[in-house]
């Protein structure tokens, strides 16, 4: 058997230079895996970072989107209970051209959609009055509208006074609220200018006032007559509560 040699000192060394070669080989090689896989797991924490951003991006615009369908809705409801669309109107304040010319072009927006004709309409009135003359074209307007089938309801509320008792007059069914007052007077006039003048003015307004009694005195359904109400307002306002209006048949119903 050959006897074991006994390895150089430069062999020795050039072995101890291998191995610390083949080490640190070893070493850069697994800082390379390590920084390798730190940056991979980097890379997938921050995906997971912006899928999560994006996730919530997502949820927000949806939340968004939600809340702007909600005021939507929230508007279109307003919308829709409106008065308009429920066939109601408020007349508020004096007759005049203006007031009467706004309600007259309400009405004839309802009157002309075809799907609505010979529905209800409600008018409110809280009125001090006004003129005449505005006052008897919307008067003409309502009853030509029932006529062509519609059904109206004219309601006091607060008070109807002067013009806004006589317009109370052309409903199919007049109410008055409970603490609401009507009052007939007189048809006024401010004329002024020579008396022939002042006497043909004088005719025309003792012709209203005559039509105008006709008008309380047909709807009263014979509760009144045109002497008791030349009476009770000759030369002075006449106030009649809610029950005094329903017991001379100047409306039809307290609610």
């Known amino acids: 058997m050959a006897e074991e040699r006994t390895p150089t000192k430069e062999e020795i060394a050039a072995n101890i230079k291998k191995t610390e070669a083949e080490t640190h080989k070893a070493a850069v090689e697994a800082d390379a895996v390590e920084t390798k ?3 991979e797991a980097d890379k997938l924490k ?16 949806l939340v968004e989107a939600q809340h702007e369908a909600d005021r939507a809705e929230h508007k279109r409801k307003k919308e829709l ?4 669309h429920h066939f109601v109107y408020h007349f508020n304040g004096a007759f005049d051209g203006a007031s009467v010319d706004k309600c007259l072009d309400q009405l004839n927006v309802w009157n002309r959609n075809e799907e609505a004709k010979g529905g209800k309409i409600e008018i409110v009135f809280r009125s001090p009055g006004g003129a005449v003359i505005p006052g008897m074209a919307l008067f003409d307007e309502i009853t030509a509208m029932r ?20 317009l109370l007059q052309a409903g199919d069914v007049r109410k008055c609220g409970p603490e609401s007052y009507i009052l ?11 008396i022939g003048e002042l006497e043909d003015e004088v005719e025309f307004i003792r012709m209203i006032q005559d039509r105008v009694l006709d008008i309380f005195v047909d709807r009263s359904g014979g509760k009144v007559t045109k002497a ?4 009770m307002y000759r030369r002075k306002d006449f106030w009649l ?3 005094k209006a329903l017991r001379l048949g100047i409306v039809d119903e307290i609610g």
């Open 37 to 39: 896989a730190k940056a």
């Open 46 to 61: 921050a995906e997971a970072r912006k899928t999560v951003a994006e996730a919530k991006q997502v949820e927000l615009k």
């Open 81 to 84: 209970s409106a008065d308009e």
């Open 147 to 166: 006529c062509a089938g519609w059904y109206f309801t004219t309601t006091c509320r607060g008070y109807a006074a002067s013009m806004g008792g006589i």
């Open 184 to 194: 007939i007077h007189e048809i006024a006039s401010s004329a002024v200018g020579k």
């Open 228 to 231: 008791r109400l030349r009476s």
């Open 241 to 243: 509560s809610s029950e």
